[in-house]
């Protein structure tokens, strides 16, 4: 079974190296792809360190900062490249825990899921450290798309998945233009009304301890945008 596991980073010098090291010890035999947007704290330069000990890790080196769901897709048609069993992604600053990975991709195996998510609003999941005000808009923004349309994982917006290769290759990554969250939502979206099969891992997601959060509010009302243009699109016939 071979693997690919992308990771976005901006400006996470705090984790990367602990990061890394957290998924070697769970993962040794997957790939890592870090896809940098040229952050100020030097972070690619500590992934260029760390390859010389690391043959599994490879950097995607970007001009500037061009957005979350466009780092993602960078690293997916990277990983795509490779033709590996799985890509999964997964966040820079252990809010998404290595440790869960092994339990990611053994879902995925044994239960035959296309797509496994990192939930953390299934039975077994929850967050930790987090404020009031990110609860309501976190919670507000999956039971708005959950509602609106129709979705049946409990955490649309989580950025802990793990993929069949198959599944990523249907998708025309040039028509996927949202970013943030919106990017998750729409990949949710899209992989239910093709059929194909979830299954949820429960994550319990802590907020980050070291650096700080790059994703806005405008992100959060972007996605409610997202949902309401296709919830109306959904409810009058329209395609995807
Ligand atoms: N390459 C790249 N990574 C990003 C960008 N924005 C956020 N990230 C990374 O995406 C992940 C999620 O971002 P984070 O700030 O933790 O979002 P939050 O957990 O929703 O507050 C982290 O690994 C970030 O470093 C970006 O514009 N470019
Ligand atoms: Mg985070």
Not at 52 to 55: E, G, M, S, W
Not at 169 to 177: G, L, Y
């Given at each position: 079974?071979?693997a690919?596991i992308?990771?976005?980073?901006?400006?996470?010098?705090?984790?990367?190296?602990?990061l890394v090291a957290?998924?070697m010890?769970?993962?040794?035999?997957f790939?890592?792809v870090?896809v940098d947007?040229n952050?100020?704290?030097?972070t690619s330069?500590m992934?260029?360190?760390m390859q010389?000990?690391?043959?599994r890790?490879h950097?995607?080196k970007?001009?500037?900062?061009l957005?979350f769901?466009?780092?993602?897709?960078a690293?997916?048609?990277?990983?795509l490249?490779?033709?590996?069993d799985f890509?999964?992604?997964?966040?820079a600053?252990?809010?998404?825990?290595?440790?869960?990975?092994?339990?990611?991709v053994?879902?995925a195996e044994s239960?035959?899921a296309?797509v496994v998510?990192?939930?953390r609003y299934c039975?077994?999941g929850g967050?930790k450290?987090w404020?009031?005000?990110?609860?309501?808009?976190?919670r507000g923004?999956n039971?708005?798309?959950r509602?609106?349309?129709g979705?049946?994982?409990?955490?649309?917006t989580?950025g802990?998945?793990?993929?069949?290769?198959a599944?990523l290759?249907?998708?025309?990554?040039?028509?996927?233009?949202v970013?943030g969250?919106s990017?998750?939502i729409?990949?949710?979206?899209l992989?239910?009304r093709?059929?194909?099969?979830?299954?949820?891992?429960?994550?319990?997601f802590?907020?980050r301890?070291?650096?700080t959060?790059?994703?806005?509010?405008?992100?959060i009302?972007e996605a409610?945008g997202?949902?309401?243009?296709?919830?109306?699109?959904?409810?009058?016939g329209?395609?995807?």
């Open positions: 079974m071979t690919y992308v990771i976005p980073t901006y400006n996470e010098a705090e984790n990367i190296e602990a957290g998924i010890a769970q993962q040794p035999e790939d890592l870090i947007d952050s100020p704290d030097g330069a992934v260029e360190a010389a000990t690391q043959p890790l950097l995607i970007r001009a500037g900062k957005g769901a466009s780092a993602e897709i690293g997916i048609r990277y990983a490249a490779q033709r590996p890509v999964l992604h997964m966040d600053d252990f809010s998404h825990h290595p440790d869960y990975l092994p339990t990611m053994a879902k239960e035959g296309d998510v990192g939930s039975p077994g967050t450290n404020g009031l005000g990110r609860i309501i808009l976190s923004a039971l708005t798309a509602t609106l349309l979705l049946r994982v409990d955490d649309c989580s802990f998945r793990c993929y069949r290769r599944v290759e249907s998708f025309d990554f040039d028509q996927i233009t970013d969250y990017f998750l729409e990949m949710t979206y992989c239910q093709r059929g194909y099969r979830f299954a949820q891992v429960p994550i319990i802590e907020d301890a070291l650096g959060s790059k994703i806005s509010k405008r992100i009302f409610l997202l949902v309401l243009r296709r919830a109306v699109r959904r409810l009058t329209g395609a995807d």
